[in-house]
């Protein structure tokens, strides 16, 4: 079974360098595409891009919804979805417009790469997540070790955020003179 294929590997290595160069993402953003488009190519098993039909992204979007998240051991997360979906979506765009793609794709293909509305917004809400109580905060302030003066400073510094209720990013620019005692 084949582990690459050479066209394809081409066409990445530009558009990796377009998204790098051209629209300036970083290391990390690229390395989720290349892990978006490697799950899509064993799922066609190395199939060469110009033969691409809306059809295998209807498989794939099937197939992907069945797997298993390693670190949770349950199934993709709809966020996890949603993204890898966006990734491939944005890839085949684009792939629509370059030489030698452009009379074999369409560039309406790639919108099967979406997920249904209902989806897409369970995918994209905002989850509020719960502040520590203040007990958990007398804990972990009691948790804290104290014997040396980096850790004492560090126990001061979170009791400090605790009374004042100001913002980290606030607190590690204060000065002592901003503080009346």
């Known amino acids: 079974m084949a582990k690459h294929n050479p066209n394809n ?3 990445k290595r530009q558009y990796f360098t ?9 290391e990390a953003t690229i390395d989720t595409v290349a892990e978006a488009l ?21 498989a794939f979007k099937k197939h992907l919804a069945e ?12 966020a996890t979805l949603n993204a890898t979906l966006a990734h491939l979506n944005r890839f085949f765009q684009w792939l629509a417009w370059q030489p030698g793609f452009k009379s074999r794709l369409d560039y309406s ?5 979406n997920l249904s509305k209902k989806e ?3 995918a994209t809400a905002r989850r509020e997540r719960q502040p520590p109580t203040m007990e958990q905060i007398r804990h972990t302030i009691a ?12 126990r001061a ?19 002592l003179k901003h503080v009346a005692i």
């Open 18 to 26: 377009y998204l790098k160069e051209a629209k300036r993402h970083s």
């Open 67 to 78: 797997q298993i998240s390693s670190a949770t051991g349950n199934r993709l997360s709809k």
């Open 9 to 11: 590997e081409r066409i």
């Open 109 to 113: 293909d790639a919108e099967y790469f």
């Open 120 to 122: 897409t917004r369970v």
């Open 157 to 175: 510094v979170v009791a400090f955020t605790l009374l004042t209720g100001a913002r980290d990013g606030a607190i590690a620019s204060m000065k």
């Open 143 to 154: 948790a804290m070790p104290a014997g040396t003066v980096i850790d004492m400073r560090n």
């Open 38 to 58: 490697a799950r899509f190519e064993v799922d066609t098993k190395y199939r060469d891009f110009k033969a691409f039909h809306f059809e295998q992204a209807i």
